[in-house]
């Protein structure tokens, strides 16, 4: 979302008259309605107006709403404020809530002051989707679209469009805003909006739990890079990219999580803006993918389209553009302020807006708004206070803290610390005890905190705390006081990292190396304490550690991300061994020479002739601090794919009727869209994984499944691995589980060719969940 400062919005008081007036002609319409529509008392329903018969389908009900508007009414409805229309007995509406990772402070919707102060606070998502489980992030999706629910039926939101999920790709590893996604992995971005997107609506398309947006349509992933900001950036991308990289959350989204909103970016794809991009919103997302639902923009995308990129000439005409290409609803009111010119001076048809109207309105007819008092409702009419911060929700919080935490390093075992050997320990740093640290951006009140020093302070006595610099900036550091603290102690923890002063939205980083004096405070300390010292970090984006890695005297290092309200308990849990760490990375932490690549190169693929290292762990050619999927367990786990259980090998006959078409490689290929919808699922096919924990502590176990193609060259770009899928599995010490996949090879086995066709090559391909073992799926017709 955007400020509007510097914004030129120009009023067009008719709109406003017009309005006010009805508002006066009829003001007591509706006398005695508290503020929902077709309640009891309702004219509207005893006119027996179509759109408040809840029997009848939710687009004939919007439809007859949108047929009995003005169009001075139609045009006030295009804003994320939207007005009400008092003599239809309709209230106003806020189309802008959060939920990234809780209910949030951010958007116009919500409100925490009246018996409702508090709410759970989980971690910020790029945590969560290191647990590498998507049951989990459907549980998270659930319980933040209760806790909204909730709100609404007590008076505290006055919407109930959550502008939630942010499935864009992690791109750049200084991408300011990469905290608030699932990572740079397309296949588990998808499997996030689906689980996410699914908890947060509910199980019934009819009606709706809350309604969740995907966001932002498409390829943004950059605040502000060396004068380049996201408001005028034109991100050049290639077919290619956007078929196997950019696009397949939003697809994902909409075709399995059935979101019923999309948002579309302020970036310019190949220089057109993507809220004015009928291809993207119109062609594909409504199209191809099928969307049942409104598109929205990003916050004042519509004002700088014309303010900031000079897409159209004028205001009138930039409305229009925005809403012809298939844009709904703009975030800001400049659509409201400027519709009625555009209609006026023939820009823009009634018949336009009535279709982003129809669209707008189904979703709020399928959330329940024009069923009378939300209290009645019989799906989620029960939900008040007593299930906001459940005990359930808050365990759930610690639960997806706990299992993102990631362990990168631990030497000779240090860790788990045994709590009766600690005599005294030393907490030092600025995130070890600022409850801001635990929360990322797009938060909102939590329930309870408990910072990572009170944490530890529960577990052992004799803990000194001294935070050594004052914020993550860490411009000054007291390293003498910190050196005589560890030299002092029995043991020694740091919190050290990032915050939302080095990453956020509108800040992306330049380096990725520890802010100021951190590195060299760490290696003192480091160097004066007893043992080798435990380093914990909270960020976001992935930092250039390699001082870390290397120095023999930093015994362990985690990576707990912004984790959320019970973040500080999760890691002592994780220290003390009364949780086995089990996340994995998300995303590739790459060395600080990667701040040289320039971050408006969109392309993925690396390009050697250039020195271009490509991006994610599918394409990057240099060496990682960390590599994607890294993570370790207190316990040994090992895992095989089961030949044994057969059928396990795809069913390649059917492709005997199909011509493999020549690679560039000298290879050929089968066109997925040539297999066809029902020979892709006759390719599909099960895989059977053993995982065994060989102890000595039980814990759960992501397996990640890759793909690799075994003679694959440059000249075709294909990735060098790419993820299948993944499950998630709790395993006791000494225990042998199978997890099941099915393996698509449509979807999992393909790749997109350059103008972004998908293809399964012929030949052989690797299925891998250990680095040295494939299991060999051939396609020879
Ligand atoms: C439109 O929004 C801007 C920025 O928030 C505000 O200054 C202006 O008064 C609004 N105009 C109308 C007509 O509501
Ligand atoms: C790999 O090499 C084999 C043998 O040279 C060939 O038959 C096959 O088509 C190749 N596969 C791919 C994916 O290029």
């Known amino acids: 979302m955007a400020g509007t400062e510097g ?156 502008w939630s999920p942010n499935v864009n790709i992690f791109r750049d590893p200084r991408w300011g805003r990469g905290q608030e996604t699932p990572g740079e992995d397309p296949a588990t971005a998808s499997k996030y909006a689906v689980a996410f997107v699914q908890g947060l609506q509910g199980s019934s398309p009819a009606a709706l739990q809350t309604s969740a947006c995907c966001k932002h349509a498409t390829a943004y992933d950059l605040e502000d890079w060396n004068g380049v900001a996201r408001y005028n950036f034109n991100a050049k991308v290639t077919a290619q990219d956007l078929a196997d990289t950019y696009n397949p959350p939003f697809k994902s989204c909409v075709v399995d999580g059935k979101a019923t909103c999309i948002m579309c970016a302020y970036t310019g794809i190949n220089g057109v803006p993507a809220c004015a991009n009928s291809d993207l919103l119109t062609k594909t997302v409504r199209g191809e993918w099928g969307l049942e639902g409104y598109v929205s923009s990003d916050c004042d995308a519509v004002a ?120 005294s320990a030393a907490v030092i740093g600025p995130n070890a005890n600022d409850p801001f640290a635990l929360d990322g951006n797009y938060f909102g009140p939590p329930c309870e905190t408990t910072t990572p020093l009170q944490a530890i302070q529960s577990y052992v006595k004799g803990v000194r705390f001294l935070a050594g610099c004052s914020s993550a900036a860490c411009v000054f550091a007291a390293t003498g006081q910190a050196v005589a603290l560890a030299s002092s102690s029995d043991h020694v923890i740091l919190f050290m990292g990032l915050s939302q002063e080095q990453e956020k939205e509108g800040l992306d980083r330049t380096s990725l190396l520890l802010p100021g004096m951190q590195q060299s405070l760490i290696t003192a300390v480091a160097s004066a304490a007893k043992r080798p010292v435990i380093l914990v970090l909270l960020t976001g984006g992935p930092v250039d550690i390699t001082f870390a890695k290397n120095n023999p005297k930093i015994g362990a290092i985690l990576w707990a991300g912004y984790p959320g309200q019970a973040g500080g308990l999760a890691i002592a849990k994780v220290l003390f061994g009364d949780h086995n760490p089990s996340g994995r990375l998300p995303v590739t932490w790459y060395p600080e020479e ?46 095989r794919l089961v030949s044994g259980t057969k059928p396990g090998r795809p069913n390649t006959n059917l492709l005997a009727d199909l011509t493999a078409k020549p690679t560039a490689d000298g290879g050929a290929s089968y066109h997925v869209e040539e297999i066809g919808a029902e020979g892709c699922e006759q390719l599909k096919f099960p895989a059977v994984v053993e995982v065994q924990n060989h102890g000595p502590m039980d814990g759960k176990h992501s397996v990640l499944m890759f793909l690799r193609w075994p003679n694959a060259t440059a000249g075709v770009s294909r990735p060098m691995s790419q993820l299948v899928g993944f499950q998630s599995q709790h395993v006791r010490a000494g225990e042998k589980v199978r997890v099941g996949f099915e393996v698509s090879p449509c979807e999992h086995l393909s790749r997109a060719t350059e103008n972004g066709k998908k293809v399964i090559d012929r030949g052989s391909h690797l299925l891998m969940v250990e680095e040295d073992d494939g299991w060999e799926i051939s396609f020879e017709a």
Not at 343 to 356: H, M, N, S, W, Y
Not at 597 to 618: E, F, I, L, Q, W
């Open 304 to 423: 700088i389209m014309r303010d900031a990129q000079r897409y159209a000439p004028t205001p009138e005409d930039t409305v229009a553009v925005a809403i012809k290409a298939g844009l709904d609803l703009n975030c800001g009111n400049y659509t409201q302020v400027h519709g009625m010119a555009a209609i006026q001076q023939g820009k823009l048809t009634e018949k336009d807006v009535d279709k982003a109207l129809t669209n707008l309105f189904t979703v709020r007819m399928r959330l329940g708004h024009f069923d009378g008092d939300p209290r009645s409702n019989g799906v989620y009419g029960h939900l008040g206070a007593a299930d906001v911060c459940t005990k359930a929700h808050k365990d759930l919080a610690l639960e997806a803290a706990q299992d993102g935490i990631v362990l990168l390093k631990n030497d000779g075992g240090i860790l788990p610390l045994d709590r009766s050997a600690v005599a």
């Open 594 to 639: 990667f701040t040289k690549v320039p971050m408006t190169d969109m392309r993925m693929r690396a390009d050697p002739a250039t020195g271009y290292p490509g991006r994610s762990y599918r394409f990057y050619q240099g060496n990682p601090v960390y590599k994607f999927g890294y993570g370790l367990s207190y316990s040994k786990f090992s895992r």
């Open 7 to 162: 914004m030129l919005l120009l009023p067009l008081m008719m709109t406003i008259t017009v309005v006010m007036m009805q508002a006066a002609l009829f003001p007591q319409a509706e006398a005695g309605e508290p503020p929902y529509s077709c309640g009891p008392r309702s004219a509207s329903v005893a006119q027996g107006y179509a759109f408040c018969d809840a029997r009848l389908p939710a687009s004939r009900r919007a439809a007859d709403l949108v047929a009995r508007l003005t169009v001075a009414e139609k045009v006030a409805q295009l804003g994320d404020e939207a007005s009400g229309v008092p003599r239809l007995g309709v209230p106003p509406y806020k189309w802008w809530s959060e939920g990234l990772h809780g209910l949030s402070y951010w958007g116009h919707g919500m409100h925490f002051d009246g018996s409702v102060r508090g709410i759970t606070s989980f971690p910020q998502v790029l945590l969560t989707a290191a647990s590498f489980d998507d049951k989990l992030w459907f549980r998270i999706g659930q319980a933040i679209g209760t806790e909204a629910r909730a709100l609404y039926n007590l008076g505290q939101a006055e919407g109930l469009t959550i």
